[in-house]
């Protein structure tokens, strides 16, 4: 991937809103890459700025500054007609779903091929594919209000795909879902990401959908990247504050601390079944109190962060240390304040 170039790439872009009440910057100096074939994520809470981002990234919003190039070429320097055809190779999903009420399942997917000039049997042939590929070939005659919710995500990302696009962009697509739902749709995209080549990017506040499917994650606070790299990279060690927020919640602040010193251990990489803490009791015959734990199992692989209190002897922490230092096992010193 290192030697490809971006398929997406946004420089020192900038948003400004005017409303009654002033100017609102909604974006601010944001400069990101995405490279073919991946799934990347970008998270932030509510207000941060992420859905304004990414109707940048196809021109539904406008930058106020700054430059989004699709395919190395500048979509402000492109006239109605090539950016009504760019935006084509950029399918959306959204949160609620954005059906047509009035069409069924099979007309609801036809939709943008009839926009795109398609003849109509080439675009019901094409629209029976993709219900097929996305489970619901049995319902092309149902209409929206008789779909569950995940049904309708289905059919929203089948009429997403319909005009071959490289890029499918995802707002918020799965928030009104269910955790097996969600998982559900997840897996569905994923499948869709290695068999068609689409790059996915994914808008979300939920940690949970960034660590089951992206292969990089920006996080986004204040309109601001906050920072940018690999999920893994990311869930082991965040670097912002925001990052630690969204990784470790508000529960290591809860802990109630005792008086020896405190470690942070950091995973990054060891194999997700390695009993890290049980192989340094055993080997250093020193007590170890697990504060705190975030950690997932990423693609096989341990990411997160444990709080560990070690007893208050120099030697007995000297001991631990040197341990993990031959066991390749990150950590640092922290006071409660640095959590």
């Known amino acids: 991937m290192a030697d490809l170039n971006p398929i997406i790439q946004m420089k020192e872009l900038g948003k400004e809103f005017k409303g009654s009440q002033g100017n609102v910057r909604a974006l601010e100096n944001i400069s990101l890459e995405v490279m073919p074939g991946e799934i990347f994520g970008i998270i932030g809470l509510s207000g941060a700025g992420k859905s304004t981002l990414v109707r940048c990234m196809n021109f539904l919003e406008t930058p106020t ?49 009839e926009i795109a000039g398609v003849p109509r049997r ?18 092309e005659t149902a209409y929206p209000s008789q779909l569950s919710g995940g049904q309708k995500q289905r059919v929203a990302i089948a009429r997403a795909i319909a005009t071959n696009p490289k890029v499918l962009l995802c707002d918020e697509a799965t928030s009104a879902l269910d955790p097996n739902t969600t998982k559900a749709i997840l897996q569905l995209l994923k499948e869709i990401n290695q068999s068609m080549g689409i790059t996915v990017i994914i808008i979300t506040h939920e940690m949970s959908v960034i660590e089951a499917i992206c292969d990089r994650v920006a996080i986004i606070d204040k309109s601001h990247i906050a920072e940018i ?14 990052g630690r927020q969204l990784i470790l919640g508000d529960a290591a602040k809860k802990v109630e601390f005792g008086t020896g010193r405190l470690f942070r251990i950091i995973f990054d990489g060891l194999a997700s079944n390695e ?65």
């Open 229 to 242: 790299g690999s999920v893994s990279q990311v869930f082991a060690g965040p670097r912002s504050k925001i």
């Open 122 to 139: 080439q675009a019901c042939e094409r629209a029976r594919e993709l219900l097929k590929l996305v489970g619901l070939e049995d319902r």
């Open 65 to 113: 500054e700054g430059e989004v190039y699709y395919d190395g070429k500048p979509l402000s320097k492109m006239k109605d007609a090539e950016l009504r055809k760019t935006r084509q190779s950029m399918g959306m999903i959204f949160q609620q779903f954005n059906l047509l009420a009035q069409r069924n399942v099979l007309n609801n997917v036809c939709f943008p091929m």
């Open 275 to 339: 009993p890290v803490i049980s192989n340094v009791i055993m080997a250093c015959k020193v007590p170890v109190n697990i504060m705190y734990a975030a950690t997932r199992d990423i693609k096989g692989k341990a990411a997160g962060q444990m709080i560990i209190e070690l007893p208050d002897s120099e030697q007995e922490i000297e001991k631990v240390l040197d341990y993990l230092k031959r066991a390749k096992v990150p950590y640092e010193e922290v006071g409660k304040n640095d959590l």
